[in-house]
């Protein structure tokens, strides 16, 4: 373990903060339950900065069963299935109340809290050391063991100045993952205004010029309805047709070899059902490709425009044309997945039935149309992504040489000044 010099110190977690347990106010009381105070779970303790929460509790439910803690209160889980793979850790951003699945550390006089969470962030795989199995298969993290993990602390200014790096790194990492929210956003709401709502066509219907487009893109919408079956009303001249008519539909691969992270030789991402699940040496897929979960984790699904390879728990949806790929990524989204589960021990979407899913389908120029404003939001999007996964890779990097001394905070901070 490198040390810049003597002014760093080593303690252990134990010392450097107060620990305090959760718990769950009763739930059949409704008092205590939809007020105004975020309550943290093992569930709902994704991020590193923790802002909000689903469920929310009264002052009567924090006097009644769990506990308020203050803004920059650390919380980690210390049970749960996610401690088989992964070590949550977040500091808060407001106070909050939290369950007994996690365990909040309030830092001490001298401790920088951002600092310690930070540290705690870089030891998530010795921490994971500690996590042994309860009941039903539980990851259970054993505290006793935690409190004597060593942590090695320069003076105050120090552990600010570090704090102040890796946060700034966070804060634009954090803005343009906002910023792309906000970016598909748009870009859903066009597709259910265009082509969910049909308010263009009602719009001329009630004889209004639609909203928010020029006259030549609204020249494209009809001005009427016309019956379209089980369906109900659709614009006039439109058709219903199945997935198989827009695009191909294929089953993803079992790759031969995995690498659980990204490596020089293995830096091509591996999409299961949920997402990112490891990394493999050559592409499956160099073309943009729409994904989804075919066994396993179904709903979700993937907009992925670099190479990639997919696993054989996924269908791999090819549009037949380019100027579709928007408009069936949005439309996938709106298909309620578990309608088509055929599953009896685990969740399954065959692929004959997700060819024969019906949408409503303008004709091509519309559809162009819709291309060319959405293709536009996503290539914002991509650069935002691509930037972030840039600004990840750095902060990864400094944050273990910064917290062992082995690089200095100025050197650090040029580095992040040439990036954000």
Not at 224 to 233: C, L, M, P, V
Request: proline share 5%; net charge negative; glycine share 8%.
């Amino acid at each position: 373990m490198a040390v810049k010099d003597d002014s760093w110190t080593v303690t252990t977690l134990k010392e450097c903060a107060r620990w305090y347990s959760g718990g769950t106010p009763n739930t059949s009381v409704a008092e205590y339950w939809n007020g105004d105070i975020p309550w943290i779970t093992a569930s709902s303790l994704h991020d590193f900065y923790i802002k909000d929460s689903e469920r929310r509790v009264t002052p009567l439910g924090i006097a009644n069963g769990t506990r308020l803690i203050p803004k920059d209160t650390i919380l980690f889980i210390v049970r749960g299935m996610s401690l088989k793979t992964e070590f949550r850790v977040g500091i808060t951003r407001r106070p909050m109340a939290f369950g007994q699945d996690c365990k909040a550390l309030v830092a001490k006089d001298g401790v920088d809290p951002l600092f310690l969470a930070n540290v705690l962030r870089a030891k998530s795989e010795e921490i994971l050391g500690f996590v042994d199995e309860a009941s039903h298969g539980t990851g259970r993290l054993a505290t006793d063991a935690l409190e004597k993990l060593e942590i090695l602390f320069p003076p105050l200014a120090e552990q600010k100045a570090i704090a102040h790096i890796l946060g700034t790194l966070d804060d634009k990492i954090e803005l343009n993952q906002q910023m792309n929210q906000t970016l598909e956003a748009i870009a859903r709401a066009l597709f259910k205004s265009w082509f969910i709502d049909f308010d263009p066509v009602r719009a001329k219907l009630d004889g209004r010029q639609p909203a928010g487009m020029d006259a030549e893109t609204a020249a494209l919408f009809p001005a009427e309805f016309e019956d379209g079956g089980a369906i109900g009303k659709i614009p006039k001249g439109w058709k219903i047709q199945d997935l198989s008519d827009l695009a191909k539909i294929l089953s993803g691969k079992r790759p031969s070899e995995r690498s659980p992270e990204p490596t020089a030789e293995m830096p091509i991402p591996l999409f299961g059902g949920g997402g990112v699940m490891a990394y493999v040496k050559d592409p499956l897929y160099r073309e943009p490709i729409l994904l989804t979960g075919r066994v396993g984790t179904l709903g979700l699904v993937f907009r992925i425009a670099k190479p990639c390879w997919t696993s054989d728990n996924t269908l791999i949806i090819l549009p037949k044309q380019t100027f579709n790929y928007e408009f069936l990524y949005f439309q996938l989204r709106e298909i309620r997945f578990e309608s088509l589960n055929r599953g009896s021990t685990q969740p399954l979407v065959t692929q004959g039935d997700l060819t024969k899913q019906q949408f409503v389908v303008s004709d091509a120029l519309l559809l162009q149309a819709f291309h060319q404003i959405t293709s536009l939001l996503y290539k914002r999007f991509e650069i935002n992504s691509d930037e972030t996964e840039s600004l990840t890779s750095i902060r990864d990097a400094l944050l273990p040489k910064l917290l062992s001394g082995e690089i200095r905070v100025q050197d650090a901070e040029t580095v992040v000044e040439r990036v954000v």
